[in-house]
């Protein structure tokens, strides 16, 4: 069975890729599957020119990200992805892809998802905006797995309200947080002092990082674990 499902859509290549990961913050070690989505510009700069730099890829996550404030394309570039590690991972992926990889979803891209999905937790949104997967293909993905966890940013837009079923909205403050409530989302709340009315991350600095991500799966949206807003002191 293939460790990697790839598919092609508008402007996006979209990757669930089933391996390890050495952040212990996220898994205990445990095989997971984690999503990516990726411009069609970053996969064509990364297949096909060397020595660009690292702003000049992450500068060119406007359909992947969105209107994200911490995209480098329509905002100020803070993500946590944009970090020299995570950047070499995200090539070396991108120059795995062939062209013709880069195909539309179909009924056999399905069930290789949901094959590889299955009994494992998901991390939804490694990199990219998550709620750019159609809802009916997260809905088949949370029904087999094990847990699951995915943020987007996209909360407050019309068409990503089915997505609060499955993601957290990712917000910055308790307004933000009383908003997307009434949106029918939880947050994830980046916090600049820890003053919001939520529960401490249990994999964060702050709580003495008393779990991992893959066995806590509290970032779950409406339908998973919990049914406080969570937070983290922003880092």
Known sequence: MSNKVIWFDGSNVFVARKGKTTNNKISDGTALVQTYTFSYEQWHLATTSKGFGIKAFFALD?????????????GNG?????KFQQYTGF???????????????????????LKMSTGCYVRFGTYGEPSLIAPNVIAAIVAVAKSWTGYTHQWQKPWAKEHGKYFMASVHNQAEANEAQDKAYRSFIASQDNSENAVSCPASKEAGYKSNCAKCALCSGTLGKGTKDIKILEH
């Not at 803070?78 to 944009?82: L, M």
């Not at 090539?91 to 998802?113: T, Y």
């Open 62 to 74: 406007k359909s992947n990200c969105l209107d994200c404030p911490f995209s480098l394309g329509n």
């Open 91 to 113: 090539l070396a992926l991108l120059r795995s892809i062939k062209s013709e990889d880069l195909s539309p979803f179909n009924d056999l891209k399905f069930k290789q998802l």
């Open 78 to 82: 803070g993500c946590y992805t944009h």
